[in-house]
């Protein structure tokens, strides 16, 4: 079964880093696209980056120049690279994968940005 763990996330401070990471199993073969999704508390679950089968990457605006997506496909991993967190960044990060025309998340990991 088809199954995402994410790992990474914590609690930083304004500035800081963090290195968010999503390890899939149960797949056998090419996923369509790999990507980031996030949800704060009492507001909806937004799309932060994806990257495609082709490489093409897809940022939010309220990420981009700060965060960078990237992908192992041997090891079926994905990564979040970011960088100058904001307390903006607070939220639980999801994982979310395309394969084989089937939706699949993680249960997603903590990122909390504050002084």
């Known amino acids: 079964q088809v199954q995402l763990v994410e790992s990474g996330g914590g609690l930083v401070q304004p500035g800081e880093s963090l290195r968010l990471s999503c390890a899939a199993s149960?797949?056998?073969?090419?996923?369509?696209?790999m990507g980031w999704f996030r949800q704060a508390p009492e507001k909806s679950r937004d799309m932060v980056a994806v990257i495609f089968s082709s490489g093409s990457l897809l940022y939010a605006d309220s990420v981009k120049g700060r965060f960078t997506i990237s992908r192992d496909n041997a090891k079926n991993t994905v990564y979040l690279q970011m960088n100058s967190l904001k307390p903006e960044d607070t939220a639980v990060y999801y994982c979310h994968i395309l394969y084989r025309n089937m939706d699949y998340w993680g249960k997603g990991t903590l990122v909390t940005v504050s002084s």
């Open positions: 149960g797949v056998s073969d090419t996923m369509s696209r």
